[in-house]
């Protein structure tokens, strides 16, 4: 009998529930934009005015897809990118109602090369890096299975130990931005592979080699931290922020002559690096209370200046004039020119 | 020995046999030592393993139990808190105590004047630390205009450097505490103003990016309240089930159907039974996401298989003479059930309670597609707030980029395995002090 009431009582509780409104600001989206849109949530919820935003982190591609399907309270009302909306989610949000959408670029993300600091400094050119992990490179005019064991077989200049190099896998954002601003820019300096037709070229260009030399060390970029520290031959890819925090252990490659430093990816000379965004559902706005508040707070110098929290997380601060113009956009809640309006 | 010694003087002669016994029980007294050995051999090999992970767990994490604070002279400075000097709570929540703190500093180290050395110089104690002032002068405003010594928590670069985890001779820029800062710190130090305390708020606060403010009572809370919502749902479902399916069941296609499959169930990855809350609870109910009550009907039918078998198992071992004894003193089947078979069971169906309960309290990968591994906060304060668990929290903070987290993460593995070990060692209690052998 008590049983039998403890499962009605559940039920009950159940469906008052999902009756009742929301008053959280719900986030998904991004693992990269996790870290900061979790610190501006976590200073906004220190306010005590409004509860504490709550973030998931559900990948770009799975955030949109929450994000699109549809306004009301059991949709998120903002979602975090790693990359810029594609045209089919924001036609897939419009077919489900969701229209007006206000883009926030919140600042930079470079992705770095790094080894353990205990082994030396190496500068890499994109078309060396491209040779060390692809699956197939032209060799004498050949497309072939890579050949290449060591990195000096690439390059005397390289250090003469094997190729071994650490990064994530392919459902992570972090390997789609390497893939487009690595793999596919050092492809295309080679004659043999601007030869080919196009699938085959897109195929060439972006398959990563699975003889060792690249090896998927899953989501978790602090286990690739540690395993550079154990392995002095290994190298890594991860987000610049993990190199940041573990300055100590890791040197970051050089790319191009240009070391992976605040500066400059901030002034963009560091050549692998991407802007991150978040996605405000217009339609929230007034309606989950606190938006935008957090907004507000998110686009503030405090957080998004140069000296503020979320540089210190490791994000790069936009330059000064693109800040204005975004913190304008934010705070007036300017939607996106969509193709449909 | 005498079954040897019999076999031999059916046949051959007895002296070319003795021979023969002896090399043959030599061998099989050989391969009875080689097969102790092997077993000792796998217990050294599990219980060696089972100490590495405790020592790496414990060595990693038992640091995050103590902080480090800066003690500072703090003036409450009226002109800053409360110009117009009205004490009113929304004034007072509302000002800038980060400049209080900056203030304090200077006050510490005048000779330090150039800006971004002063920021530098506050950034010692932790970007949570005006907190504190902000909580003393609201339960005390008559403390504004006056001096006081008040303990901050030091950020966790700082801290990091008390604790030896990052080293002091390495080159300035291989370090994330500079060399003006490691000076400062030594000369607080020397006057006595750090000190390590035992971190209570590791235990007593929420999910935070500041890994010195992070603690585990957000997912504790949760844990709890999804824990409460599978045994409600998963008990007395799998305690009705497994008494049908024993007691009353005929024993027929269906039935045994019914048996294949919750043995099957309870095979089936954790993973599906999340995207089937998904479809179902989500999509289908419309019930919140991240909520524990979500959690916890995922987790109950996870569970069910498990406890309907364990269920099953005990009340099998009932012997049918105590069922028979009671149907003939005239029992019905339902009171033989309720008043003989059941009570007699229930340690068993406990057990395998406890045991399914620590498995699901250890699952990530189903309340992944709910919505629970988020950050969140705030503390729930009931089943549809949002929420999240031990094990998402350790696998949050194993993903962080700070170095601090990942002593965080093995304390909170620590606390886990602790809940884990109190769980199983509730089961051997039960099982110990109310079983019956027959």
Redesign the interface.
């Known amino acids: 009998m008590k049983?039998t009431l403890?499962?009605a009582a559940?039920a009950t509780?159940?469906?008052a529930?999902?009756a009742?409104a929301?008053d959280?600001i719900?986030v998904v989206g991004s693992?990269t934009v996790?870290?900061f849109t979790?610190?501006a949530?976590?200073r906004f919820?220190?306010s005590?005015e409004f509860?504490?935003p709550?973030?998931?982190?559900t990948g770009t591609g799975g955030g949109f897809k929450l994000f699109c399907a549809g306004v009301g309270v059991?949709h998120p009302d903002l979602s975090n990118a790693s990359r810029a909306i594609k045209p089919s989610e924001v036609e897939m949000c419009a077919k489900n109602g969701v229209d007006e959408i206000t883009e926030i670029k919140v600042g930079y993300d470079g992705i770095v090369l790094a080894n353990s600091?205990q082994a030396e400094q190496v500068e890499f050119t994109v078309e060396q890096i491209w040779q060390g992990l692809a699956k197939e490179v032209p060799v004498d005019g050949e497309i072939v299975p890579n050949p290449y064991r060591n990195w000096s077989d690439i390059d005397p200049s390289l250090p003469d130990t094997k190729i071994e190099v650490l990064g994530p896998p392919p459902t992570s954002g972090t390997r789609d931005a390497f893939v487009e601003l690595v793999m596919e820019v050092g492809c295309e300096s080679f004659p043999e592979v601007e030869a080919l037709d196009e699938d085959r070229m897109e195929q060439v260009c972006k398959t990563m080699r699975e003889d060792g030399g690249f090896v998927e060390a899953g989501?978790?970029?602090?286990l690739i931290v540690q395993k550079l520290d154990a392995n002095k031959a290994a190298y890594g890819i991860f987000?610049f922020?993990?190199l940041?925090?573990?300055?100590?252990k890791l040197q970051g490659s050089l790319v191009s002559g240009v070391e992976p430093t605040y500066e400059n990816i901030a002034d963009g000379s560091y050549p692998v690096s991407r802007p991150l965004f978040i996605y405000v559902k217009n339609a929230h706005a007034g309606v989950i209370p606190g938006i935008q508040e957090f907004i507000d707070e998110y686009t503030s110098e405090r957080a998004m200046g140069e000296?503020g929290?979320l540089a210190d997380?490791?994000l790069i601060a936009l330059p000064e004039e693109e800040y204005e113009q975004v913190r304008e956009k934010a705070t007036s809640l300017t939607p996106m020119a969509t193709a449909s309006n | 020995m005498t079954d040897i010694a019999r076999e031999g003087h059916r046949g051959r002669p007895a002296a070319q046999h003795a021979d023969l016994s002896q090399a043959r029980l030599r061998r099989r007294y050989a391969a009875e030592r080689r097969f102790k050995l092997y077993g000792v051999l796998a217990i050294c090999l599990a219980i060696g393993v089972l100490g590495i992970l405790l020592f790496s767990v414990v060595s990693k994490g038992y640091t995050a139990f103590v902080k480090t604070e800066i003690g500072l002279d703090v003036y409450f400075d009226p002109e800053e808190i409360d110009p117009e000097g009205t004490r009113d709570p929304a004034v007072l929540a509302d000002a800038n105590y980060d400049r209080v703190i900056r203030d304090a500093f200077e006050r510490t180290f005048p000779e330090v004047s150039e800006r971004r050395e002063r920021r530098a110089l506050s950034d010692l104690v932790s970007s949570g630390a005006w907190l504190v002032l902000r909580d003393r002068v609201l339960e005390d405003p008559s403390v504004i205009g006056t001096t006081e010594r008040v303990w901050f928590r030091a950020s966790d670069d700082v801290d990091m450097l008390m604790k030896g985890y990052i080293p002091r001779d390495v080159p300035e820029t291989a370090r994330r505490v500079s060399d003006a800062q490691i000076a400062w710190i030594d000369a607080l130090d020397e006057a006595g103003q750090v000190g390590t305390r035992f971190n209570l708020d590791f235990f007593t606060a929420g999910d935070s990016r500041e890994p010195e403010l992070a603690g585990i009572w957000g997912a504790v809370v949760g844990t709890f309240l999804t824990m409460v919502v599978t045994l409600v749902l998963s008990f007395p479902l799998a305690v009705a089930t497994a008494v049908y399916l024993e007691e009353f069941a005929p024993k027929n296609r269906w039935t045994d159907l019914i048996e294949v499959n919750i043995n099957n169930l309870a095979a089936v990855p954790s993973i599906v039974f999340g995207l089937l809350g998904l479809a179902v609870f989500l999509g289908w109910f419309g019930l919140p996401r991240s909520a524990p009550l979500v959690g916890g009907m995922v987790l109950a039918l996870m569970n069910l298989p498990i406890i309907i078998i364990a269920g099953r198992a005990s009340l099998k071992a009932v012997p049918p003479s105590i069922r028979e004894a009671a149907l003939a003193v005239g029992a019905s089947r339902l009171q033989v059930v309720t008043h003989h078979v059941l009570p007699l069971a229930m340690p068993g169906i406990l057990t395998g309670t406890i045991i399914g309960m620590a498995h699901a309290l250890g699952e990530t990968a189903p309340l992944l597609m709910i919505g629970m591994v988020a950050f969140i906060v705030d503390i729930p304060s009931g089943f549809t707030d949002a929420a999240t668990v031990l094990p998402v929290q350790i696998f949050l903070w194993a993903d962080s980029p700070e170095r601090a987290f990942v002593e965080k993460t093995s304390a909170a593995i620590i606390v886990l395995l602790g809940f884990l070990v109190i769980m199983n060692a509730l089961a051997v209690i039960l099982r110990r002090r109310f079983e019956r052998r027959w």
């Open positions: 049983q403890a499962i559940l509780l159940a469906f529930a999902s009742e929301r959280q719900r693992s996790y870290p979790t610190a949530a976590e919820g220190q005590g509860p504490t709550v973030v998931e982190s059991d600091k989501e978790n970029d602090n987000g922020s993990f940041d925090q573990n300055a100590d000296d929290y997380k490791g």
